[in-house]
């Protein structure tokens, strides 16, 4: 059986949640061929493996969103040759019609004797009639400038992306929506295989709230580019075979958005147990741990703000922030900025991508304050190390810290306010003073783990659901 795993500005190149979680799997199932289809921003990145690859793995194909740039604009202008019912649909698409026809859509795009290449369609006069009917219609009172580039902007990667030459497989599992969701939904109509989705957080609110606090789109060209993302998902949503979330929640909010019940199943995260255990060397004062990337979903500034907090009380306190900075250059300097602004200089330690097990032994606390999540791995790990953790009330990060409904295990953890470095401190200052409480909840998180989150249900789990669509 070979499974094509599609993602999105993650594995190989990028380290973390996403990255980590697809590694695990392709690695444990051996017994199983992989191929992996990246979608990265540009081949200016000078990109690197950030992973060994498993053996298993047979190719890795890797599009940039950006290669139209190398497209040759042709003097002549082409016109779709399209028909009737396909020019309605195409109109559809673009104007965000739910009721588009997502299996002639891909028919379409996907063709360039068709459709034209993505500079070719954009030079089209049947492209520059639909956007100044969709201008009229609903941005007449925008200057059309700013109206044309934003949706040029969005157009022409897309396009590029769903143009691409993807391999040949058996099954095509995305691990998010958005661009590789509908890389899926391609794959599943054009090369008639199955389809499964794999959302660790829920890809559209995600892009949403990056969009909300970007810089570089204003005004109401932020609702046009939250709209396209919850399109594109929605689409990924319908057609996908198997729509897998990692708890409850999330499987909620797919339903809500157009997955069908019958389709819709969890399977949580899991942790080899040997691998992460509870290790634990002396150590004078007290060290908290944060393991994660520097960006800003991670909200590394409120965490920086919450350990001030805590350090004037506790001065013995020093704060390790474990993972990878160069993905976001800029946003990482804010951050040793701020630390600098804070005279934390000598109490915070930005490690980089290093070996997390070296870390873990020496943490008497983890912590955690993003603003949004799927089911962080890092907290299992963090639980099976016997550590207890501080974390915001986003994703899993309650349910896995204070247990289902008919989990009776204990708390492992203290869940907190988003953005709230007050409330992140009192937490940790909490259990810092408490030794008792952060015992039991070290034990209260290890036996959790190993009675619902190990690594054998996981990949026991996939390999279900791989054989049901064999």
Not at 173 to 197: Q, R
Not at 342 to 360: A, P, R
Request: aromatic content about 12%; overall charge positive.
């Amino acid at each position: 059986m070979e499974i094509c795993i599609l993602s999105e500005g993650s594995y190989p190149y990028i380290s973390g949640g996403v990255s980590s979680w697809i590694n695990q799997l392709v690695y444990e199932m051996n017994d199983k061929t992989f191929k992996i289809v990246s979608i990265m921003p540009s081949r200016e990145s000078n990109l690197e493996y950030k992973y060994k690859i498993p053996s298993n793995v047979v190719e890795i194909k890797t599009i940039y969103m950006n290669d139209y740039i190398y497209l040759e604009p042709n003097k002549k202008i082409k016109e779709p040759k399209l028909n009737k019912k396909e020019l309605i649909e195409i109109e559809k698409f673009f104007t965000f019609d739910k009721n588009v026809d997502w299996n002639l859509i891909i028919s379409i795009m996907s063709n360039k004797n068709k459709f034209g290449d993505c500079i070719e369609f954009l030079q089209s006069r049947f492209f520059w009639n639909m956007i100044l009917k969709f201008y009229k219609d609903n941005y007449s009172n925008e200057e059309f400038n700013q109206f044309f580039w934003t949706i040029r902007s969005m157009v022409i990667p897309f396009i590029n992306i769903v143009q691409s030459e993807l391999p040949k497989a058996d099954i095509y599992h995305s691990v998010s929506t958005g661009y590789a969701g509908f890389l899926g939904l391609l794959c599943k109509f054009k090369n008639n295989k199955p389809f499964i989705l794999t959302e660790h957080g829920i890809y559209a609110r995600e892009r949403e709230e990056e969009i909300i606090r970007a810089k570089w789109v204003t005004g109401i060209y932020k609702k046009t580019w939250i709209d396209f993302f919850y399109y594109i998902s929605i689409g990924a949503y319908k057609s996908a075979d198997i729509v897998v979330s990692l708890f409850e929640r999330n499987r909620s909010i797919q339903l809500e958005l157009g997955s069908n019940k019958e389709k819709t199943i969890v399977i949580p995260n899991g942790v080899n147990l040997n691998k992460f255990k509870a290790e634990h060397e002396a150590h004078q004062g007290f060290n908290i741990g944060a393991i994660l990337r520097i960006v800003p979903i991670k909200d590394v500034k409120t965490l920086i703000r919450a350990f001030k907090v805590v350090k004037s009380i506790l001065p013995k306190v020093k704060l390790y922030l474990i993972g990878p900075y160069d993905e976001d250059i800029e946003y990482y300097e804010e951050c040793l900025k701020l630390v600098k602004n804070l005279s934390l200089e000598d109490n915070i330690e930005f490690t980089g991508k290093v070996d997390i097990k070296k870390y873990l032994k020496k943490l008497d606390l983890l912590v955690l304050t993003s603003i949004s999540e799927g089911q962080p791995l890092v907290i299992l790990e963090g639980m099976a190390c016997e550590i207890p953790f501080v974390a915001t009330d986003v994703g899993a990060c309650r349910e896995l810290l204070e247990g289902k409904k008919d989990d009776d295990i204990g708390l492992s953890g203290i869940i907190t306010t988003p953005v709230s470095p007050r409330n992140t401190a009192n937490a940790i200052i909490k259990l810092i003073k408490d030794k008792n409480l952060r015992i039991q909840m070290s034990q209260n998180g290890r036996k959790r783990v190993e009675k619902y989150y190990t690594n054998k249900m996981f990949i026991e789990k996939y390999n279900e659901v791989y054989e049901s669509l064999r």
